[in-house]
């Protein structure tokens, strides 16, 4: 209750005048390189300032109202990301247009290691349409687009320094950036300081063993995080060329692991001294640049990227004190893009060679220990082509990429080298009628390897409370996939709408084998043809008055996915329904979000009911001018206004590790 009051006496400083201009975006993960006014694919494309002026959360939490897209929540650091039904390795992270090689592949309990200080845009695109666009994949992309290695001059000198507060996790967070240009070299530099605590529940939101529990803060469920990046380059007549260096080290708790479920039978003697905690450490080198006025080529712009990665997953205290899994990811990777749009007077043509390595080791503290994967060293080498032109009303996007990929792993004691060579491709037609009416229709074919955990995994997976076999005679996936877009806005009125069918010939997954080892159950990827089949639809309307503009919408998303030879696809996003009002003045924002969840019963295999349930969220921003160039940017925000018991249908851990309680935090950024 302190809290509420706090935040009312925060409203009456806050409540003055936020202009919404209107800018040209450049979807930088676009191989035309186009503007998101000219894109006809269905993409998302967040504004920096919504991220970095707004509370700190997981990737996937970010980004988990957006119509299409959800989490799949393991707590407040880890969410990763599900676009239309698929996650995993089906949806890329990537920064800059560079994939962000950690484990994440390998777990729902390790996060999507990419840094979210000082972000300039955040890229979404749904869909196997994202082949257009660098790294594409059937579900999707995300790319976190920040200014690190600058390919224009900065003008002048930035600085920001960002200090949060949140109640929910007594959470503190502290930033600070710089960009700037000295003596014709630009500069950048980030920090940020991340430091949650356990955080609070609703009464009896926790379940064990399918009794509630009536504790309200969840045990390790904190996290801590530090960042830094570095970034310098060079621009002149010719292009640009830079680097930049980034280190990362994060440190939680494990709320859930499955062997407090499977072998101690309820009895959790010592348990409550026990702490599963992850400590994660990330390094990364990038050289980037650009050359231009080549004969032949409008430009030729090119990467060096080499990273080096590691999770290890530890036992403090109880039984198992001292015991370990350390995962490490070693890998480079080297991108080409021609621009050879001058071949021709209109169309816009390019084509893309990337070629990675990537060996991924899981290791015991216990040398007698078996990993329960053993290392697997992965070579890719992806050629690609993008073409795309107008033709009066009709845009033309065209795009085809070939992709090999060889895996050499072990497989209990037999080695194998497994190889792939997929054709992909993708066709987007779009037409810009009279009257603010835009139709588009995507036609794809994208296909899939089998990831190294599909391949090779053959071990207890504690965390998902189940022992995984992998097959190593696994065939890639191929999607199938159409959709059509609706877009359309006159006098203050918006519709967006976006249905789609998705065929998935060969869908790996697991599958409960029914039996059991050490109480543990036994399940094994599997290949089956599957489709996903749903919509987005959103609609609304702007209000222009004296003081401002008042804008109201209503979205809502749906997916269906089942087995062709019958059943559900499991752990599928339900039904979501987003009510949303924004108010903005000359410089201050108002928005509140209702997010209905409802109820998930269309069940897949050993899934049991998830309840739906309502989230009110809002968030105020206020820009106040001190002097010249000095800015002061003041942020309140809330979530879970309603307390209510919420949990993700995604999540492998949805029961014993629900959903945070009511939040309220403050957020100041001074730029300067």
């Given at each position: 209750m302190k809290n509420i009051y706090y935040f009312i006496l925060l409203f009456a400083f806050l409540n003055t005048g936020f202009a919404q201009e209107t800018e040209e975006v450049i979807v930088t993960s676009s191989l035309g390189g186009a503007t998101l006014a000219e894109i006809d694919s269905p993409i998302f494309v967040i504004k920096g300032d919504d991220i970095n002026f707004g509370a700190t959360t997981s990737l996937g939490e970010n980004l988990n109202s957006l119509l299409g897209v959800n989490s799949s929540d393991f707590g407040p650091g880890v969410g990763q990301p599900i676009i239309r039904g698929m996650g995993g390795t089906r949806v890329k992270i990537l920064s800059n247009g560079k994939l962000v090689r950690d484990v994440s592949g390998l777990g729902s309990d390790h996060l999507n290691d990419v840094d979210m200080n000082n972000v300039q845009q955040i890229e979404i695109v749904r869909g196997p349409s994202s082949l257009l666009y660098s790294n594409g994949t059937m579900g999707g992309i995300v790319n976190?687009?920040?200014?690190?290695i600058a390919s224009k001059d900065f003008d002048g000198n930035n600085f920001n320094i960002g200090l949060e507060r949140q109640s929910v996790n007594q959470g503190t967070t502290g930033n600070f950036s710089y960009q700037g240009n000295v003596n014709d070299v630009n500069i950048t530099y980030g920090f940020k300081n991340v430091n949650f605590e356990n955080y609070d529940v609703p009464a009896f939101s926790i379940i064990h063993e399918g009794t509630p529990e009536g504790d309200e803060t969840l045990k390790n469920s904190d996290f801590a995080r530090t960042s830094q990046k570095f970034g310098t380059s060079a621009v002149r007549d010719w292009g640009y060329l830079g680097f930049s260096i980034g280190k990362g080290e994060n440190t939680y708790g494990i709320a859930y692991h499955g062997e407090h479920e499977d072998e101690h039978e309820g009895e959790h003697e010592g348990e409550d001294d026990e702490r599963i905690q992850v400590d994660t450490d990330s390094e990364n080198l990038t050289l980037e640049?650009?050359?231009?006025n080549?004969?032949?080529?409008?430009s030729f712009n090119y990467f060096l990227q080499v990273n080096d990665y590691t999770f290890i997953e530890g036992h403090i205290g109880g039984k198992h004190n001292g015991e370990?899994?350390?995962?490490?990811?070693?890998?480079?990777?080297?991108?080409l893009k021609g621009d050879i749009s001058g071949l021709s007077n209109s169309a816009v043509q390019n084509f893309t060679i990337n070629i990675n390595q990537e060996d991924?080791?899981?290791v015991k503290s216990d040398d007698d220990e078996v990993p329960f994967m053993k290392p697997v060293e992965s070579q890719t080498l992806s050629l690609g082509y993008f073409y795309g032109q107008e033709f009066g009303m009709l845009d033309i996007d065209f795009g085809v990429r070939l992709d090999q990929v060889s895996r050499d792993g072990t497989y209990n004691t037999t080695?194998?080298?497994?190889?792939?060579?997929?054709?992909?491709?993708?066709?987007?037609?779009?037409?810009?009628?009279?009257?603010n009416l835009g139709l588009s229709l995507g036609i794809s074919s994208v296909a899939r390897a089998p990831s190294e955990l599909e391949l090779f995994m053959n071990g207890k997976h504690l965390v998902a409370a189940r022992i995984e076999r992998g097959n190593v005679n696994l065939e890639s996936e191929r999607?199938?996939?159409?959709?059509f877009s609706l877009d359309y806005e006159n006098d203050g009125y918006f519709l967006n709408a976006s249905v789609y069918s998705n065929s998935v010939d060969s869908y790996i997954y697991l599958l409960d084998s029914g039996t059991k080892?050490?109480?543990?159950?036994?399940?094994?990827?599997t290949q089956a043809d599957a489709d996903f089949n749903g919509y987005e639809i959103e609609v609304g309307r702007s209000f222009a008055l004296n003081n401002g503009d008042f804008i109201i919408s209503y979205g809502r998303d749906e997916v269906v996915g089942t087995f062709s030879s019958g059943g559900n696809v499991p752990r599928i996003t339900p039904v979501k329904n987003i009510y949303s009002f924004a108010y903005s003045q000359q410089d201050i924002t108002y928005d509140i979000k209702i997010k209905d969840i409802q109820k998930e019963d269309d069940l897949g295999l050993g899934e049991t009911v998830t309840n739906g349930f309502t989230m009110v969220d809002f968030d105020i921003t206020r820009s106040i001018s001190i002097g010249n160039d000095e800015e002061l940017v003041l942020s309140v925000f809330g979530s879970n206004l309603l307390d209510e018991k919420a949990r993700s249908h995604t999540s492998y851990a949805k029961d014993p590790v629900p959903l945070a309680g009511r939040n309220f935090g403050i957020k100041l950024n001074f730029n300067f």
């Open positions: 976190v687009v920040d200014q690190t640049g650009s050359a231009t080549l004969s032949g080529l409008d370990s899994t350390t995962y490490t990811n070693e890998s480079y990777e080297i991108g991924i080791k899981i080695t194998h080298d497994i190889s792939e060579s997929d054709l992909s491709t993708a066709l987007t037609l779009g037409w810009n009628l009279e009257n999607s199938n996939n159409i959709d080892i050490d109480k543990l159950p036994v399940t094994n990827f």
